[in-house]
């Protein structure tokens, strides 16, 4: 059997399944706010990174840190791949015992996306939603993140700005 | 804001909280046989990366290719962490369009982990339950895992064994 793995010296075609889908891939950096009736507002770093293998799915890494001491803040994982009638479906992991399963549109460059399921563990965070919008504009991805937990109302929770590296 | 991001030249030291968990940490790669009534026998070349970031939990990230001819197979990104009363806790993401949160436990150097909860997509696998065991004895690493479907009662779906890079 194979062990030497497949890492392409040159990246494989984008499938066309995932062709409208393209303008997310790379890396993205820059930083964001953050706020929520629970904590104090935060600024923070942030590294985006939408990648593909080739197959019908972007794989997704997602870290943060706060600006004041570089301390890490946030990671994300997980894969954002086309659903049914042109919705788009995400698969993602938080650290915080949390799994999600957002779905929504793509419009253009745009992804609205909203949590269809969030499961956690035992001791995992109380979140009940996750409303999620993103764009691209050239070189620059923005989004907002609106979040609901057991205690607290949709609330803005996260915006940012990042720059194609 | 900090836009340069905190990413270590040297890793931070691991905190208590994982230490029990640190046996797993590196870069793991080998191969191993899948098997499941609907589909064929097949053998693959996986890499398993277990990161911490001086945080209570591991990052996980899973990657395997087909042996017959390197095709990109199957990919997972999560977190392990260290729930209540020993627990462990994981969170994942597959590209399959499912989500899967897993809590068992770790005895020495063997992990031991059941799925309490998978959710998907509307397009998502019809994966039920999945059932991991894994162990490090050394530099190895070696695992089986058992899936459920709906259409499918448990079996055994993969076993592998890697070596630590």
Redesign the interface.
Known sequence: ??????LPTTLPPVVDEIAHLAFLLGTW???GTGDFPTIDPF???E?IVFEH???A?L?L?QRS?L?AD???LH?E???L?P??DG?V???????L?????S?GTVSGTELDLAS?????????DDVTQLMRRLRVDGDVLSYELDMTTERTPRTRHLQAELRRT
Do not use: K, N, Q
């Not at 269809?116 to 995992?124: A, H, L, V």
């Open positions: 059997m194979s062990e030497s793995g497949p950096r820059g930083g600024s923070y770093g590294e293998v080739g197959d799915f794989l890494s840190w600006a570089d301390a890490p990671f994982r997980g894969f791949r659903g049914a919705a479906e995400l698969t993602l992991a938080h650290p015992g949390l799994v999600e399963v779905e269809t399921w969030i499961g956690r563990t035992s001791t995992g």
